[in-house]
């Protein structure tokens, strides 16, 4: 079982940048592929980016490819999302998520087995 906390969302202008973070629960964390969605109003759940269980692998969105970087800290039970040049159409609440085996990188939310409650960032122009 993991439990997941997102921190970090807010206001921002567009150009700004953000870093949210989510701490697991759990001494098996490093066991676990993570992974960013995001949920716009009167829209689908949508991927972001996901990172493997070691960090080695990454995998983006091709909407926040260059923009955004996912990073973990095993040692702190902690992955991370930097969004920089955020813009409007970054606005959603955003979700962390967990899938196990760790190897595998994915980019649908069914493969994901456990989710925190998500954090709201919002880009005004």
């Known amino acids: 079982q993991v439990q997941l906390v997102e921190s970090g969302g807010g206001l921002v202008q567009a150009g700004g940048s953000l870093r949210l973070s989510c701490a697991a629960s759990g001494r098996t964390f490093s066991s676990y592929a993570m992974g960013w969605f995001r949920q716009a109003p009167g829209r689908e759940r949508e991927f972001v980016a996901a990172i493997s269980w070691s960090g080695g692998s990454t995998y983006y969105a091709d909407s926040v490819q260059g923009r955004f970087t996912i990073s973990r800290d095993n040692a702190k039970n902690t992955v991370y999302l930097q969004m920089n040049s955020l813009k409007p159409e970054d606005t959603a609440v955003y979700y962390c998520?967990?899938?196990?085996?760790?190897?595998?990188?994915?980019?649908?939310?069914?493969?994901?087995?456990?989710w925190g409650q998500g954090t709201q960032v919002t880009v005004s122009s």
């Open positions: 998520a967990a899938r196990f085996p760790g190897t595998v990188v994915a980019g649908t939310a069914e493969d994901y087995d456990y």
